[in-house]
């Protein structure tokens, strides 16, 4: 598939010195279905294992990448536990397919199974928000075996209808802005960033002939029946309401106005034994930036 991708490489120098982010880049070129195109991941080991070592498995959403989770990640490596956060293809520091018809539901759901199938990632804690949940929470199904928790943030699972107006809003603008600046959305979205943290977010993408996974994220969302991924979407919710045996864990940023307190409601029924969430009060849609105390409160519920 990927030998005739056109994609564009972010130079390294764009990733130099971001603020409170010194994980040692991992890469794949050869995953397979995906050869010649380079995956990058974080890959975070502890310095003392857990007796019971979880993976906490960590997928961003749009348009961001793995720094989302930098806050998450010692929190989980402290507590003696493995910490994985692969950047979709489009966005970070993995390769970015130039045209837009390239992406696609089954394009990124493909690749995180084999991914997870290519590390041999078991005892899964899976740690998802945004189109991280979208394509995530459709995952533990296709290889129950392989996951034990899940810890969900600011997302749903899309089976044919929108999320509500936040998101159509949202949708309209990237449409009509298609090279808008992610510093600044971030930075507008999420107003405890700093100017440089901001800037991070939108270090993958030096112009916009970078932005096509981007752009095609919010017309992915699958907001009408017949659009791919509906169906998984609902087996998906059938599966984690009758065959789900692992641990849950939710946090909800009370300010997102797209993903916010009523949708995670709605998807806190779809999910087996599912517990009341940790509400941030001031947290908005990029929750992890308050993400050290949802860390800690998670790996604490899950003993």
Known sequence: MSARIEALRTPEDRFADLPGYAFKPNYIDDLAGYEGLR??????????QAGDAQTFLCLHGEPSWAYLY??????????????VAPDFFG???SDKPVADEVYTFGFHRKMLLNFIERLDLGNITLVVQDWG???GL????EMPQRFARLLVMNTTLAQGASPGPGFDNWKAFVKGNPDFDVAALMKRGTPV???AEAAAYGAPFPDKRYMAGVRRFPELVMVSPEMEGVDISRRAAKWLASEWRGQSFMAVGMKDPVLG????????KTIKD????LEIAEGGHFVQEWGEEIARAAVKAFG
């Open 261 to 268: 307190g009523p949708v995670m409601a709605e998807l806190r």
């Open 70 to 83: 930098r806050k998450m990640i010692p929190a989980f490596t402290g507590a003696g536990h493995r910490a």
């Open 193 to 195: 960033l700093s100017d």
């Open 91 to 93: 966005f970070g520091r």
């Open 138 to 141: 459709t995952l533990p199904m």
């Open 274 to 277: 599912c517990p009341a969430p």
């Open 39 to 48: 995956l990058h991941y974080v890959d975070e080991r502890p310095a003392k």
């Open 133 to 135: 949940g979208l394509l």
